[in-house]
């Protein structure tokens, strides 16, 4: 049987509070709701009370899984939590997070998102040292690495520093180990790892919503290769790697963090609006409308509104209860889920040209879907505006964007794609104005699903130089 590689695309957050009477586990679940976005296949949080971790986790929803009764189990001051996104690979429970592991002095809860590029070696090297893995998830390769330093190095932080010699690709850590909590970012920054403070919480978490949520003040970023190391709401900071060339997930700007979110400084609705109206510099056209597609291209479109003049319009209403395409393994199954969650407004469409935007193109169906919705609905004319250049290339840093096959700009240029998704026009921003609009240098940031040019060394795959520089490891 071929072993599926689960990639971990989450969302994590870790909270210590100052007072050790405190209990931080409605904290961790308020931050995990406003991560949701960042997985919606399972949730889960442990909690430390001062003798031992309990840990509740399930699949579903956070709003699901957690009622008042699941979360008085928890109790104690310090806490993670992880919500996890669905991935065409396994979806089970087993692969839901934190993981746990017993050592000597009681157990250690992680969680992770990201994706390391050599989990498949790392496995197999601790493998032959007798180690038995149970999930099929990156995770636990993290975790036996950590365990296996650990139990040699006796620190935690000389652990985290030993393994992040030995860990490659994209992670952002945090780990509940007694009453501290460590999270690290790897020497790339490619996933985002930032801290927060509240009157009596210490907050680490992959998105500032989360420390908005509980009424936090955001510190910054957890930079590219530093650990941070938070214990009686005190916190340290110790950088482990240097790298001259960070590289920041492009796509985490364009889709997946939420627009209220400060990433490495840049607010994600702000380059949004930019993208928005640079796309109606490059691509303008005449038009009754803009209209976004909900919930995805709103903020696109009215950066595009805001350029071009044109009218804002909504044209396509979304059902709210029903959650992102990609939960629905398998073609028949998410044609079924686009028609399920969109229904149109026909009089802001009829006789109107319309201007339809959106983040991205990745396999075409939402787009094409979305384009024959609009005509039978009487639009004059339909022209699609794309918040990302084409998507060329697979992500093998922890976004689950489909293989080269599935990818329609893989194999077919601009106009080709106009003509499957049945538009009388189709422009993508370009990557100068993306990289504009973000307002970090192209160099700093990982474009490889636009590219195919890699901040990391992957088989096949071209790198991009600056970044490959050897990473150089700082003793403290
Ligand atoms: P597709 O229908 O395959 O072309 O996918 C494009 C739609 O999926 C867009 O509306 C995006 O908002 C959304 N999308 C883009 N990337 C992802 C992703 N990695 N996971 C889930 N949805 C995505």
Redesign the pocket.
Known sequence: MVEVQVHD?CGIVGVCSKDPCRNVARSVYYALYALQHRGQESAGISIYDGKIVRTEKAMGLVSEIFDNARINKLTGPTGIGHVR?STTGESTITNSQPLLVRYKDGVIAIAHNGNLVNAGKLKEELEAMGRVFHTTSDTEVIVHLFMKELLSQQEPAEAVRAIMRKMVGAYSVVVLIGDTIIGFRDPLGIKPLCIGKTDTEMIVASESVAIDTLNGELIGDVKPGEMVMIKNGEIRYHQITHHQCPAHCV?EYI??ARPDSILDGKLVYEARIKIGANLADEYPSEADTVTP?PD??ITFAIGYHQRSDIKYCECLMKNRYIG???IMPGQEM?ETA?RLKMNTIRPNIEGNRIILV????????????IVDMLWRAGAKEVHVRIGSPP?VAP?YMG????TRE?L?AAYKTVAGVEAVIGADSLGHISHEGLVDAIGIPKERLCMGCLTGVYPLEIPGEKCHLAQAKITEYIRE
């Open positions: 695309m996104y796509f889709y997946f597609v995805s291209g992102r395409t990609f998410r686009v959106d983040d991205s193109i990745v396999r075409g169906t939402t787009s094409r879907r998507i992500c976004i689950n964007m489909a599935e329609i």
